[in-house]
């Protein structure tokens, strides 16, 4: 992340990059929930393979390696614990969040 703050040029990028993965991944995983109630697995494996894309290339490797077992997982039709996953996967995200908010922070101290 470092990098790419450091090579772009417009103040809001490194902001609207992360609020947008933040934004965008807490739907993800509340389509999850929806899917996982209706015991939809395509949209599950869709939404988990569109989680585990941008989490690797946000740099929030933690949780892209998390969700790429559980999608692997859904893909081998291994679902018996799945619910279990999923809220291991809210945990997870909200590490991540906490984390790339205290990154913002910093950037944001250090540009001030």
Do not use: P, W
Not at 56 to 85: M, Q, W, Y
Not at 104 to 111: F, H, N, P
């Amino acid at each position: 992340l470092n990098d790419l703050a450091c090579k772009n040029k417009y103040a809001g990028f490194m902001d609207d990059l992360i609020n947008g993965f933040l934004s965008d991944t807490g739907n993800l995983i509340t389509n999850i929930e929806h899917a996982l109630k209706q015991h939809d697995y395509s949209t599950i494996q869709s939404c988990l393979h569109t989680i585990k894309g941008s989490a690797h290339s946000i740099g929030a490797t933690s949780l892209g390696c998390f969700v790429s077992l559980i999608h692997d997982s859904t893909r081998k039709r291994v679902n018996h614990n799945l619910a279990e996953l999923i809220t291991e996967l809210k945990y997870e995200f909200k590490q991540t969040q906490s984390a790339l908010v205290e990154y913002l922070a910093e950037l944001d101290s250090s540009v001030t």
